[in-house]
């Protein structure tokens, strides 16, 4: 019986299992640690090369962040897939044209809103107005560069056939606002009996909500719904410009209601603006749970550590001793997921009065360009 001395020390299941596609910027890799390389006409030769080199004992160059780690004596997301692969299947580990078990396809940029912590690379609002003019931000100046763009429908045509012959057991949608987007509705039609997991910010008409209800039943998939909001009311649509909070609402109460899925996802990002609002921002988790006791609401709160200026170490520190006294005090009724981690960046993070003044002058120019205003309580709490 094969165990892990009969396996090369370079070998790592992810490129077989996992495969990530950039339509728009021609993009290519395994698992969501590997480095993206551009191929030209389809991604099929660069990922069997990559195999090759770690079947023969080659640290492939993709899987560089791994290697870094494991040089530091740190556990490594290869070593942790390691810890759970059935030895027993590496023999169809040795045919470099195994099908991958995971797809994820991110479509572009195209979006309806502009997240005030996005950048061009994710929104096409976002790109429309760099273009238009650049904003005065020094410490994340890279973040906001506008990247070559391909003909995102050639590209899809020329690769989809072969993304269908992978036959994934599930396949990942993402990419600025996907259900704005044609092409995902090309490929969501084409699926049946597979797991369908979309990220999506939810700000789109009652009638797409239902277009993807339909898709779900008719075409038997098993629907993940991600939701990305972080915050609620006015100072949701101060951070996420374009978004009718109401309507987002509704449409997550009306999906809830409809949707054969029985776990609906709401991600988080928690900036040094968005946390500000987190004690309604829970209260409001709490309610959608309380609404539909049936489904399983999965909170997952992530910490903002690009762009600098609104991570955390842009919040003063007496506002971040007192959100950390609110969070730790507030007695959730629900399961909040990544909370610790929250909890642990605010502890960790140092004022940086350079970064601050950073996000000060963002903020002032976002103002200005936008005509909407931050809170007079939210001011404050920044020292603004």
């Known amino acids: ?24 910027h021609n993009y290519v890799y395994s698992c969501c640690k590997a480095t993206p390389i551009v191929f030209v006409n389809n991604y099929k030769d660069i990922i069997r090369d990559q195999k090759l080199n770690l079947l023969n004992g080659v640290q492939d160059k993709s899987c560089n962040y791994c290697w870094k780690v494991e040089n530091n004596n740190k556990p490594s997301r290869r070593q942790s897939y390691l810890q759970k692969f059935d030895y027993r299947e590496f023999d169809l580990y040795r045919n470099i044209d195994k099908s991958v078990k995971s797809l994820e396809i991110n479509l572009g940029n195209t979006c309806n809103m502009q997240c005030i912590y996005c950048n061009p690379k994710f929104s096409s609002q976002w790109e429309d107005d760099i273009r238009h003019k650049k904003y005065p931000v020094f410490t994340d100046r890279y973040v906001y560069e506008i990247s070559d763009k391909k003909d995102i ?21 993402l990419g600025g606002e996907p259900l704005l987007n044609k092409y995902f509705w090309e490929i969501a039609d084409s699926l ?20 993807l209800i339909d898709l779900e039943k008719k075409n038997n998939i098993n629907l993940e719904l991600c939701v990305s909001i972080d915050c609620t009311a006015t100072l949701a649509t101060f951070n996420r410009l374009g978004i009718d909070y109401n309507q987002f609402v509704e449409n997550v109460r ?20 968005t946390i500000l609002d987190i004690e309604n921002f829970i209260i409001f988790l709490e309610s959608l749970q309380a609404l539909f006791p049936d489904k399983t609401f999965i909170n997952s709160f992530h910490a903002c550590v690009v762009p600098k200026i ?21 007695g959730a009724k629900i399961k909040l997921q990544g909370i610790d981690n929250i909890i642990s960046y605010l502890e960790s993070s140092k004022f940086d009065i350079g970064l601050h003044k ?17 809170d007079k309580q939210y001011r404050e709490q920044l020292c603004l």
Do not use: G
Request: glycine share 0%; proline share 3%.
């Open 1 to 24: 019986m094969l165990n892990q001395s009969d396996i090369p020390n370079t070998f790592c299941p992810a490129k077989w299992d996992e495969l990530i596609v950039n339509y728009q």
């Open 254 to 273: 009306y999906f809830a209601t409809h949707c054969r899925a029985n776990t609906i996802i709401i991600s988080s990002l928690m900036t040094a603006i």
């Open 192 to 211: 049946t009996d597979i797991s369908l997991s979309l990220s999506t910010n939810f700000n789109c008409d009652r009638a797409v909500v239902q277009r």
């Open 310 to 330: 609104q991570s955390f170490n842009s919040i003063p520190d007496h506002t971040r001793q007192a959100l950390l006294h609110k969070i730790k005090n507030f």
């Open 358 to 374: 950073q996000l000060t002058q963002f903020i002032n120019e976002w103002e200005s360009r936008k005509q909407i205003t931050l």
């Open 153 to 173: 429908r050639s590209i899809m045509i020329s690769n989809y056939e072969i993304i269908k012959k992978e036959n994934p057991s599930s396949i990942v949608i």
